[in-house]
């Protein structure tokens, strides 16, 4: 059968002309600092891929209107054939695709990958995490329950904030004055059109510097020697095994965590009922934290200034060493900058709370901090409660 197939082929095509090409990318040595981190990359893609093809299967009964987007969720996950299992692959997918694609970053990022020649990797890389944060958010309101409608309502209002646009951008991403059907029109469109379109072609870009590039040595910029082939290990078979096996794992992760912490959907949108406490997704967290700290302005420029630092990184960092022992600057700013993000996401997820510790009960402030239960006389109240009196009702 496979015979006769190929034969089919090459009676139309010059095959041999293909297969060259073919088998150099195939057996392309990597080189020998090539480890099990280096499989993050394709580990990245999978979950894109498995994020398409879940996706492809919720668009069969999703309606994105207002009065069907809840319904409609509920009906796949109770009604449609296997419905619960790929909402729930395509919830948690989207959670750990952003914690994979994050790793990546911080491989490459201790291995000092981002320096020259690969600084446009680094930087087509730095729009791939930033477009997967924008899948989140939008992915995020398109159940239409309470949670997802009043974390959007006060996510939009942040973007109000911002100097001269600010208005203009609160008004276009919500389609109007209220987050509403409008609203979930462009999310909709945003996630599952023009979203997809774009991470692929980057990610096509990405995977084509790579290719060209090839991955980095742990040489000092400048003397990087090309690996030859009989040196380094081969991409096929050896890293290919190391990338299945890998994959295999996270499979039986995304299926397990699927099946034995499946997401609620929770309530209704109900724009009159404001929930107690909302918070934005985990991954939001830190950069929620933060604006809470500053005066709105101040916290909108603190926050923004994180994603041009990133993209900038490989034109900052000048040093031409490439093994993190031998970077004690951007190892110690890049430390700093990952403990900041956990303790501040640390603090966003226990704030606004109560919270048992050690047998006494504390009311956790905006800001993070415990009180105890009967000092919270004076305590401020929440972006959500605020937000909550601030809002106009609507129809
Ligand atoms: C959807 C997201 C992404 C996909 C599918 C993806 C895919 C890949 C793959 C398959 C590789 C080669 C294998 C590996 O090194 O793991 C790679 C390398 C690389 N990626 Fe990504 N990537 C993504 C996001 C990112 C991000 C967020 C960054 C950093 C900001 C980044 C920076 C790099 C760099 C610098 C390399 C070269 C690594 C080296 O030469 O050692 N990538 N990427």
Redesign the pocket.
């Known amino acids: 059968m496979k015979h006769r197939l190929k034969q089919w082929f090459a009676e139309r095509f010059d095959l041999e002309q293909l297969k060259g090409p073919v088998q150099k990318q195939l057996h392309k040595p990597l080189p020998k600092n090539i480890s099990w981190a280096?499989?993050?990359?394709?580990m990245?893609?999978f979950l894109?891929v498995s994020q398409v093809l879940t996706g492809i299967l919720l668009l069969i009964y999703y309606r994105p209107t207002v009065n069907e987007a809840f319904e409609s969720v509920k009906f796949i996950m109770t009604k449609s054939y296997m419905g619960w299992l790929y909402r729930q692959i395509h919830a948690w997918g989207a959670n750990l695709m952003l914690i994979v694609?994050f790793l990546?970053?911080l491989?490459?990022f201790i291995?000092g990958?981002?320096k020259k020649p690969?600084e446009l990797?680094?930087v087509f890389?730095?729009f791939?995490?930033l477009l997967?944060l924008v899948f989140g958010f939008t992915g995020y309101l398109l159940p239409w329950n309470q949670l997802a409608y009043w974390a959007t309502t006060v996510g939009t209002e942040v973007a109000g904030a911002i100097p001269v646009l600010g208005e203009w951008i609160k008004t276009f991403l919500r389609g109007g004055f209220n987050v509403g059907g409008e609203t979930l029109s462009r999310f909709f469109v945003v996630h599952v059109i023009i979203l997809p379109w774009v991470?692929f072609f980057i990610?096509l870009i990405?995977?084509v510097l790579?290719r060209i590039q090839g991955?980095?040595t742990m040489d000092p910029v400048g003397s990087e020697k090309e690996t030859k082939p009989g040196e380094g290990t081969p991409f096929f078979p050896n890293h290919v095994l190391k990338e299945g096996v890998v994959f295999f794992i996270l499979l039986g992760i995304l299926i397990t965590l699927s099946i034995l912490t499946p997401f609620d959907l929770g309530e209704k949108a109900d724009p009159l009922t404001t929930p107690l406490a909302i918070k934005p997704e985990w991954y939001f967290l830190p950069m929620y934290q933060v604006i809470k700290y500053f005066p709105k302005l101040v916290g909108i420029f603190v926050v923004g200034i994180g994603p041009l630092f990133?993209l900038a990184w490989p034109l900052l960092d000048k040093s031409s060493n490439r093994h993190p022992l031998h970077r004690p600057i951007s190892m110690t700013i890049g430390i700093l900058a990952l403990l900041s993000l956990l303790i501040l996401g640390t603090m966003g997820y226990f704030s606004e709370s109560k919270r048992h510790f050690f047998g006494k009960e504390y009311d956790i402030d905006i800001y993070g901090i415990p009180h105890l239960v009967s000092s919270n006389a004076n305590r401020r109240p929440s972006l959500f409660e605020a937000e909550k009196n601030k809002a106009p009702a609507v129809p």
């Open positions: 280096h499989t993050l990359g394709s990245s893609l894109f694609v990546h970053m491989r490459t291995t990958s981002y690969r990797t680094w890389g730095v791939l995490f997967t991470l990610v990405h995977l790579v991955i980095a990133l």
